[in-house]
C-alpha cells in the first residue's frame, strides 16, 4: 500500500538555526497537508499545497511540493523554541480517498 | 466556532473489555475521521465517515468499528481489547464537499490504557 516516510524521524537544533524535514510518498500525490502537534496536544493543520513544485510561505516556514508530487518539504528558518512539536505530511495517493500521515519529524529546540 | 470534542478524554480498561469513544464535529462539518496514535506506528487511519455511511476505512481488524449519528456526531468502539489497543485516538472533522476530505480539525484526543 501507500507509504509516506519523513525524515528525519528526530531533529535537535540550537535556537536561531535552520530546520527541514522531507516527506516522500511511495506513490504520486494529488496534494499534499502538513500539520503540527505540539508535545501533549493534537495535529494541527498549517497548509495544504496542490500544484506540482508550489512553495508557499507562512512567515519563516516555507513549504514546498515536488515536481512530481512524490515529496514534500518543509523549511523553517531560524528556529524558536515555540517551533517545537512533531510535524507531519500527510497526502491522497493513488486512487485512494485515504489521506495518509507520514511518519513525522519531531523538532527540538535548545534555547 | 466550537473546535471538535472528544469524550472521555481519558479511559482505563482491562484486556477483553470493550469501550465506545465519542467525537462531535465542527458545527457544519459532515465528515469525521478516527486515527490511531502510537509512538510506535504514528497516526493510522481508522475509517471516515461522512453523511451517516463510512466512506473510507483503514488497515485495522474487525474489532474496531464506528457509526455516524445525523448530527454527524460519531463514536468507535473497540471491543475485545487488547494491550496493543492502548493509545490516543483522535478524531478529526472536516467540511467535505466532494469524495475527499479536506483540512483535517482534530480533537484533544482519547487516551486509552488497556491492563
Known amino acids: 500500500g501507500q507509504q509516506v516516510m519523513q525524515i528525519p524521524q528526530y531533529q535537535h537544533v540550537q535556537e536561531g538555526e535552520d530546520f527541514t524535514t522531507y516527506c516522500n510518498s511511495s506513490t504520486t500525490l494529488s496534494n499534499i497537508q502538513w500539520y503540527k502537534q505540539r508535545p501533549g496536544g493534537h495535529p494541527v493543520f498549517l497548509i495544504q499545497l496542490v500544484k506540482s513544485g508550489e512553495v508557499k510561505k507562512q512567515k519563516r516556514l516555507t513549504f514546498q511540493f515536488g515536481e512530481a508530487k512524490k515529496n514534500s518539504s518543509l523549511h523553517i528558518t531560524a528556529t524558536q523554541t515555540t517551533d517545537v512539536g512533531t510535524y507531519f505530511c500527510a497526502g491522497y495517493g493513488g486512487a485512494t480517498n485515504k489521506l495518509i500521515f507520514g511518519t513525522g519529524t519531531l523538532l527540538a529546540v535548545q534555547p | 466556532k466550537a473546535g471538535v470534542t472528544q469524550t472521555p478524554r481519558y479511559l482505563i480498561k482491562t484486556r477483553g473489555q470493550q469501550v465506545t469513544l465519542s467525537c462531535s464535529p465542527i458545527?457544519?462539518?459532515?465528515?469525521v475521521s478516527w486515527y490511531q496514535q502510537t509512538p510506535g506506528q504514528g497516526l493510522q487511519f481508522l475509517f471516515e465517515?461522512?453523511?451517516?455511511?463510512?466512506?473510507n476505512k483503514g488497515n485495522f481488524p474487525g474489532r474496531f468499528s464506528g457509526r455516524q449519528f445525523s448530527n454527524s456526531r460519531s463514536e468507535m468502539n473497540v471491543s475485545t481489547l487488547e494491550l496493543g489497543d492502548s493509545a490516543l485516538y483522535l478524531c478529526a472533522s472536516s467540511y467535505s464537499t466532494g469524495g475527499r476530505v479536506e483540512t483535517q480539525y482534530f480533537g484533544p484526543g482519547t487516551r486509552l490504557l488497556v491492563l
Open positions: 465517515y461522512f453523511s451517516e455511511t463510512q466512506r
Open positions: 458545527s457544519g462539518h459532515r465528515s
